[in-house]
């Protein structure tokens, strides 16, 4: 019988959720990753070896998620970040703002959670994507709801799911291809900008929000918990 742990990743093959996949595959465990790149899985998977497997899923998607799940095996911990969605403001109007980004986000890692049921092991460790506009909003009105609504969601299933225990990361601007991708005259002026509004004066790394999303996973005191890890920004 085969006693290693296995963790979930959806949103495994770049940023937070990979350097999460990278620091569990070092300490041993082994990791079932999903995105919906069959290119980018293939060669997530290829470097990182073979305690790394995975499959293509779109997290808004239930027929997706449902085949996804149907191939991994008995869970110790899922974790959440795929998310691709468009933020803007109220009054404009536009569905994308607001119905289409509670779909990406909040309805995704939702559903997800359900897919994931039947796999979760009895003692297993649940974590959320939400982000620190829950508690700050800079605008994008629907963006702080969205946050907001993931970390009572994680308060909501902690009670029901007991004794798996569910949480949430809040991260605040990390340094992620969420951002390298997007053009440099987009990317630096938000990164100065977060600096200003922040107490650590940059934005994070991917490396110290998988960090803080390790000790969420592992530490078995925590549930209903939303950590902030975002340099002070919710404090100013
Ligand atoms: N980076 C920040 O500044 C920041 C700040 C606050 C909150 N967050 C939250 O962090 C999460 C993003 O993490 P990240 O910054 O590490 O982003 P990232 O580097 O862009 O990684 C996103 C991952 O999710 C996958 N993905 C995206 N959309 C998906 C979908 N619909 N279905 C399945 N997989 C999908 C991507 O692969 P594919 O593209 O191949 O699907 C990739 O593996 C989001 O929830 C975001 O709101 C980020």
New binding site residues.
């Given amino acids: 019988m085969s006693t290693h742990r296995t963790y979930t990743i ?10 999460l996949a990278r620091k569990l595959i070092e300490r041993g465990d082994h990791v079932f ?5 069959p290119e ?2 293939a060669t ?1 998977l290829t470097t990182l070896g073979d305690r790394a497997s995975g499959r ?5 998607d239930k027929t997706s998620l449902r085949d996804f799940f149907a191939e991994a095996p008995i869970l110790s911990g899922l974790f ?6 468009q933020t803007g403001s109220f009054t404009d109007g536009d569905i994308t703002t607001s119905e289409d980004l509670f779909k ?2 909040f309805w ?1 890692q939702y559903w997800a959670v359900h897919a994931a049921l039947p796999r979760l092991a009895p003692n297993a460790s649940v974590l959320l ?5 829950s508690v700050r909003p800079i605008g994008a009105p629907a963006y702080a709801a969205c ?1 907001s609504a993931l970390e009572g969601l994680a308060r909501g299933l902690a009670i029901e799911l007991n004794p798996i225990r569910v949480n949430c990361l ?12 997007r053009p440099q005259e987009t990317r630096e002026p938000a990164y100065e900008y977060w600096s200003k509004l922040c107490l650590v004066q940059r ?2 790394t ?1 490396d110290e ?1 998988a960090h803080a999303a390790l000790f969420l996973l592992d530490n078995t005191n925590m549930t209903g918990s939303t950590l902030f890890s975002d340099g002070g920004y919710s404090l100013r």
């Fill in positions: 959806i949103g495994g093959t770049s940023g937070i959720g990979l350097s990753l999903g995105g919906r790149s980018r899985l997530t293509t899923v779109e997290i808004t959440t970040p795929a998310a691709s969605y990406a986000k995704g994507m939400s982000g620190a506009a946050n809040s991260p605040g601007t990390t340094d992620s291809d969420l951002w390298r991708n934005p994070a991917v929000q």
